[in-house]
């Protein structure tokens, strides 16, 4: 249900009138408690103390007050001699006797001092294969890293020093290669390439032939052995 002017009138009159959020929401019907609440906290409506407080304990009534017993008259007692204490005089107090100043202990080095060894025995321990563990004491200081080397380019072999390398290749360049890849002196053309195509003109004509046309094709030379098995 929506709230309209006359129900938030009516709910700010009942609510600065004192009426619970219960109260509030029997009168307007159609909401909950925790709506009201929730609407009265939009609306800035002053917040009002929980009757229920949380430190606040019980009270519980006073006991009714016991009557008093009579107390019996106790028989009397013999009357027990008191002695005076006797007072002992106190010996008189006797002076300690003055001690000789110990001498000084001459000043140790920093390289006389032994290290101290740890109480108890060594406890050794053997991991897999035999080899034995490190203890806490026995780990040695971390080496430092070794200075940054300098990378010196390597100089190519005099075979290919003028001719252009597989690190030379680019889009520019024609890629045909001269030789077997296992001579000193493989290298690639190198040459300028035909527009459109990885090699130069003169490769490009080696590398792309015209296909002839069909009635001067010749059949394909016949398979090794007769061809593969026909199952």
């Known amino acids: 249900m929506s709230w309209t002017d006359e129900r938030i009138e009516k709910l700010t009159k009942m609510w600065e009138g004192g009426a619970t959020a219960s109260q509030i929401a029997d009168e307007l019907g159609g909401v909950s408690r925790n709506a009201v609440i929730g609407k009265a906290h939009r609306l800035g409506l002053k917040a009002r103390p929980s009757p229920v407080k949380a430190n606040e304990k019980p009270v519980r009534p006073a ?26 005089a106190a010996p008189p107090p006797v002076a300690p006797a003055p001690r000789a100043p ?4 001459p000043p140790v080095a920093a390289e006389d001092v032994a ?21 806490p004491g026995d780990q040695q200081q971390p080496i430092p890293p070794a200075p940054p080397r300098r990378l010196v380019p390597a100089k190519p072999s005099a075979e290919i020093a003028d001719k252009t390398s597989l690190l030379d290749l ?43 046309p069909r009635g001067a094709r010749r059949p394909p030379p016949p398979l090794p052995f007769g061809g593969p098995r026909v199952r």
């Open 63 to 88: 006991p009714a007050p016991k009557k008093p017993k009579p107390v019996e008259a106790a028989p009397a007692a013999p009357e027990a001699k008191v002695e005076a204490p006797v007072v002992r």
């Open 102 to 105: 110990e001498p000084a202990a």
């Open 115 to 135: 290290p101290v060894a740890p109480k108890g025995p060594r406890v050794v321990s053997v991991g897999p294969g035999g080899f034995l563990r490190q203890g």
């Open 170 to 212: 680019n889009d520019r360049v024609c890629r045909w290669p001269m030789g077997h890849p296992g001579e000193p002196d493989f290298h690639f053309c190198g040459d300028k390439v035909n527009p459109g195509f990885p090699y130069c003109v003169e490769h490009c004509g080696r590398a792309y032939q015209a296909q002839l």
